[in-house]
């Protein structure tokens, strides 16, 4: 009789490697996406891997595959980050210090878009990934499990159903019972892109843009210069902007609205920044322009709750962290590193393998969360009170 397949919710980093490492094991799987394309949505921010990221990547693909992977990666010059006076534009350190310590292979910072990554993970699975399927939980049969979609249809019998569908997992939820829970931190962020000539002022090298004149709070951007792309004006680069609770407010707190409002936010809350860092938003694609709330699950590590083996989650899911410190993808690759090797040693889903694998993710992605939650608390000045309302 075939293998029944592994069912994978949503088609974001997690899931796509994930499903790359199941199809160079020939287990069957089927992702399920609720976008209707890969490219629907802004696929916004560049992400930084460190060494664990890309150790995890290169033990999933093949090694023409990440060679391919790592070729796609800008590799950019000095390992920390340059900290900049915004509004008068005086460096103020160039970091050096544990946590601010951005490089990994090779010394260089590697960072790839989030975009990028999600195409090349995809790579040979297209035809198992079904886009416009909006997973809403899932139901056990008497030896399998099938994802119940948002339109009351249901998946075909699957052997494991993996939750890979970002922090609002109904997965998740299901499987722990409600104790997996993502907190609302208050902190918010834009993400902007422009033209390469608009950076042209600031040259190679990551930057922190940090301004603290806003009476409201500090607001800071992030962005990264790469060189080869550097002096090619049809590239863009991305920034992301953070503010503390209460600098950056969305219309009717309506977070979702992406373009000119946007933008508009952005070029008014940096109006008064230094000329060398005002073409990055003068001059930006108000299109792209996206909000975006800061979020973090439970700070103290990913939480305990009886193993289901036929289910189980990976990346954010399991463990949304901040974006301080810059390693929430990284810690959602090792997941579908972990369990797809498993799955692998064992020729499938079989008792024991999501305990396993559960019991080897809490321990990284729990520290992973405290480091995050650790770094976010000085960088956005935000605290969460576990005991307070989760959304
Ligand atoms: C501004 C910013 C910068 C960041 N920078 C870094 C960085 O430098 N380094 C780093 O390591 N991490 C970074 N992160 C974190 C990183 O982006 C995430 O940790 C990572 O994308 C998590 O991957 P994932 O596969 O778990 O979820 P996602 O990539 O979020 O994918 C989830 C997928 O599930 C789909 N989906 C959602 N709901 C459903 C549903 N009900 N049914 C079906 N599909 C569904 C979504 O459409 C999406 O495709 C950053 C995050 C932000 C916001």
């Known amino acids: 009789m075939a293998q029944k397949p592994v069912l994978i919710s949503g088609a974001g980093l997690a899931s796509l490697l994930l499903a790359r490492s199941l199809l160079r094991s020939n287990i069957p799987f089927q992702v399920f996406e609720r976008d209707a394309t890969l490219s629907f949505r802004g696929q916004g921010y560049r992400l930084r891997l460190s060494n664990e990221g890309l150790n995890a990547i290169e033990s999933v693909l093949d090694p023409a595959a990440f060679q391919k992977f790592y070729d796609r990666c800008g590799k950019t010059a000095g390992a920390g980050f340059a900290h900049f006076d915004a509004v008068t534009g005086e460096l103020l350190e160039q970091t050096r210090t544990v946590g601010e310590m951005l490089g990994s292979r090779d010394g260089k910072v590697v960072g790839i878009a989030r975009g990028d990554m999600r195409a090349l993970f995809m790579e040979g699975c297209e035809e198992f990934v079904h ?57 918010r962020g834009i993400h902007g892109q422009a033209p390469t000539t608009a950076f042209k002022s600031l040259g190679e090298g990551v930057f922190r843009l940090v301004d603290d004149t806003n009476p409201d709070g500090r607001v800071t951007i992030i962005t990264n210069v790469r060189p080869n792309d550097m002096d090619d004006p049809n590239v863009e680069f991305g920034w992301t902007m953070a503010g503390v609770p209460g600098t950056i407010k969305a219309p009717n707190d309506d977070y979702s609205i992406v373009g000119e409002v946007a933008a508009k936010i952005a070029k008014s809350l940096t109006q008064k920044w230094d000329p060398r860092f005002k073409p990055l938003f003068d001059n930006m694609n108000e299109g792209q322009a996206a909000f975006w709330k800061i979020t973090c699950s439970t700070p103290s590590g990913v939480p305990e709750w009886p193993n289901e083996p036929r289910v189980t989650v990976i990346g954010d899911a399991a463990h949304g962290m901040t974006p301080a410190g810059g390693i929430g993808a990284n810690t959602a690759v090792q997941d579908s590193a972990l369990l797809g090797r498993l799955l692998r040693e064992a020729g499938g889903n079989q008792p024991g393998v999501t305990e396993e694998y559960e019991k080897g993710m809490r321990v990284y992605a729990s520290e992973a969360v405290k480091y995050s939650y650790g770094m976010a608390t000085k960088q956005f000045q935000v605290t969460i009170d576990e005991m307070s309302e989760v959304s």
């Open 131 to 187: 886009f416009n399927k909006h997973v809403k939980g899932y139901e056990l049969t008497d030896d399998g499990v099938r994802a119940i979609f948002a339109d009351g249809t249901k998946s075909d019998e699957g052997s494991l159903l993996v939750g890979g569908e970002g922090i609002k997992s109904r997965v998740a939820k299901q499987v722990s019972g409600g104790k997996l829970k993502v907190y609302d931190t208050g902190a």
